[in-house]
T-cell receptor
Framework: GAVVSQHPSRVICKSGTSVKIECRSL??????MFWYRQFPKQSLMLMAT?????????EQGVEKDKFLINHASLTLSTLTVTSAHPEDSSFYIC?????????????FGPGTRLTVL | AQRVTQPEKLLSVFKGAPVELKCNYS??????LFWYVQYSRQRLQLLLR??SRESIKGFTADLNKGETSFHLKKPFAQEEDSAMYYC?????????????FGKGTLLTVNP
């Protein structure tokens, strides 16, 4: 089946620093990738839709200058949390779409736990 | 705006008992509905989708447009079914269109 990886799986950083999270589709090409945020015991909230070769589309309330998304290739999207603060601490999950394969659906990465001190 | 409601945060049943996880949605068009499952320490994965009309691991879900519901059912729960279940909605298709998730229901199947 389709596999999506995320790196790092866990990161701790100081307040004010920037953190980059990578999302890769390992065995398929994904024209669209999605970034979600999940708070403890809460559901996934879509942050943005990342399209290869174009600007990401952000959901209402998500600061595009805060959460920089780059979809440089059909297998890689990155999320950079700029000038991170403790309130940015969360679980960040990406997914990638696989249209054209037998199962037309999104596959999810394992998530990245960000802790900002 | 689209919305997915899962009224039960927690659901506990005994092994062999029937289980039903409720999901209601609101959307002005004809959405596609999904159930995703997240087992302990594992990533989110697709369980089933309404257009497939299939049974996965004994689970089924029927889209009721009149009641705007997509409840997940299994006649005989197993301990390995214990997991977090999320109902999700997409405006059209599942691969390149954003998903709106419910808050999830934690199912515990007791021995």
């Amino acid at each position: 089946g389709a596999v999506v990886s995320q790196h790092p799986s866990r990161v701790i950083c100081k307040s004010g620093t920037s953190v980059k999270i990578e999302c890769r589709s390992l065995d398929f090409q994904a024209t669209t990738m999605f970034w979600y945020r999940q708070f403890p015991k809460q559901s996934l909230m879509l942050m943005a839709t990342s399209n290869e070769g174009s600007k990401a589309t952000y959901e209402q309330g998500v600061e595009k200058d805060k959460f920089l998304i780059n979809h440089a290739s059909l297998t890689l999207s990155t999320l950079t949390v700029t000038s991170a603060h403790p309130e940015d601490s969360s679980f960040y999950i990406c997914s990638a779409g696989t249209s054209g394969v037998s199962t037309d659906t999104q596959y999810f990465g394992p998530g990245t736990r960000l802790t900002v001190l | 705006a689209q919305r997915v409601t899962q009224p039960e945060k927690l659901l506990s049943v005994f092994k062999g008992a029937p289980v039903e996880l409720k999901c209601n949605y609101s959307y002005s068009g004809s959405p596609e509905l999904f159930w995703y499952v997240q087992y302990s320490r594992q990533r989110l994965q697709l369980l089933l989708r309404h257009i497939s009309r299939e049974s996965i691991k004994g689970f089924t879900a029927d889209l009721n447009k009149g009641e705007t519901s997509f409840h997940l059912k299994k006649p005989f729960a197993q301990e390995e079914d214990s997991a977090m279940y999320y109902c999700a909605l997409s405006p059209s298709g599942g691969s390149n269109y954003k998903l709106t998730f419910g808050k999830g229901t934690l199912l515990t199947v007791n021995p």
